[in-house]
């Protein structure tokens, strides 16, 4: 079975930062593109980030894009997600996903992915 951990959310103020974590179980880790997600109250989860496998092809929707940096540590099974400059629109619960192998990938779309975390919460305050 997997599972997937997010942790390191928190109350920040705008312009700072957070690092958010994602550990996941499972020997085939390596082998996944991994994704960020976010949902905010009575909002749509939206795409924040994906990964490769490799590490070596990221994506970015635009809103963040030059503000967060996705990353993964495959030798400790976890992806990371560093965010800087938050705003308050950053405020959302935010999910770490894994990519479902079988289906056609798009990294965007919340249905290629097949296991989620619980999320993490990230409150940015004006």
């Known amino acids: 079975q997997v599972q997937l951990v997010e942790s390191g959310g928190g109350l920040v103020q705008a312009g700072d930062s957070l690092r958010l974590s994602c550990a996941a179980s499972g020997r085939t880790f390596i082998t996944y593109m991994l994704g960020w997600f976010r949902q905010a109250p009575g909002k749509e989860r939206e795409f924040v980030s994906a990964i490769s496998w490799s590490g070596s092809t990221t994506y970015y929707a635009d809103s963040v894009k030059g503000r967060f940096t996705i990353s993964r540590d495959n030798a400790k099974n976890t992806v990371y997600l560093q965010m800087n400059r938050l705003k308050p629109d950053d405020t959302a619960v935010y999910y770490c996903?894994?990519?479902?192998?079988?289906?056609?990938?798009?990294?965007?779309?919340?249905?290629?992915?097949?296991?989620w975390g619980q999320g993490t919460q990230v409150t940015v305050s004006s």
């Open positions: 996903a894994r990519a479902d192998n079988r289906i056609t990938y798009t990294p965007s779309r919340v249905s290629s992915y097949d296991y």
